[in-house]
């Protein structure tokens, strides 16, 4: 099973900002990745994912993540923060043909005007 | 498309005592999950199913917690004697089949705590 480190678990980011959020996940063949946005009192949302392709992959909300095979990461990022970002983000990952994901320990993104 | 229903969303019980969770997934969504999420950490696999048919379970889920999803529809948890270390969020996914890239719509989750 793949293990995934968010290397920052609380992210204070001003609005208008850029914000960066780290994921790396233990090395495999082929695999899935995703990141994962749960707003206060609601159900974890899909931001994006990279099964194949280009490695820089765009999700709603002005999100996008790059792949980097050789660095085992998928950070996401953000050029312009808004107050409704405040969230928690998870990074996760599944080996290619598996269905259930590993997920991060999630990152704590708090947005202030 | 109503979303991902969980019922009920706190449960605080006893230690020893059986508890069940139901969760409504969207309809027509083939694979059900539960997953288990702990304070400060991310969710963790805990089985899923394909229909009625249950096609994997995490070693994390011990002989005390059996999931069901008759007739492929509605999917309950049960854990049973429970202990503190159960208490936890457990969410419930679903998807719509096929694939194993697919997206998964979660619900709210039942916060369990166990006196």
């Known amino acids: 099973a793949q293990s995934v480190t968010q290397l920052d678990s609380q992210v204070p980011v001003f609005e208008e900002a850029p914000v960066e959020l780290r994921c790396n996940y233990s090395s495999s063949v082929s695999v899935y990745l995703f990141w994962y946005v749960q707003y206060p009192n609601q159900g974890l949302q899909l931001l994006l994912k990279y099964l194949s392709g280009s490695t820089l992959v765009k999700g709603i909300n002005g999100f996008e993540a790059e792949f980097n095979k050789s660095q085992t990461s998928f950070h996401l990022r953000k050029p312009s923060v808004h107050i409704s970002d405040t969230a928690e983000y998870f990074c996760?990952?599944?080996?290619?043909?598996?269905?259930?994901?590993?997920f991060g320990a999630g990152t704590t993104v708090t947005v202030r005007a | 498309d109503t979303g991902v229903s969980q019922d009920p969303r706190h449960k605080i019980t006893k230690r020893g005592q059986n508890v069940t969770f139901r969760c409504d997934p969207i309809?027509?969504?083939?694979?059900l999950y539960w997953y288990r999420q702990t304070l400060g950490q991310g969710p963790e696999f805990l089985t899923y199913f394909q229909n009625e048919a249950q096609l994997e379970k995490s070693r994390l889920l011990s002989d005390r917690f059996s999931a069901e999803r008759p007739k492929g529809s509605f999917s309950t948890l049960e854990i049973q004697r429970t202990e503190q270390g159960d208490s936890a969020m457990y969410l419930c996914a679903s998807s719509r089949g096929g694939s194993p890239n697919e997206k998964l719509f979660f619900g709210s989750g039942t916060q369990l705590s166990v006196l």
């Open positions: 309809s027509e969504h083939n694979r």
């Open positions: 996760a990952v599944s080996d290619q043909g598996d269905y259930k994901l590993s």
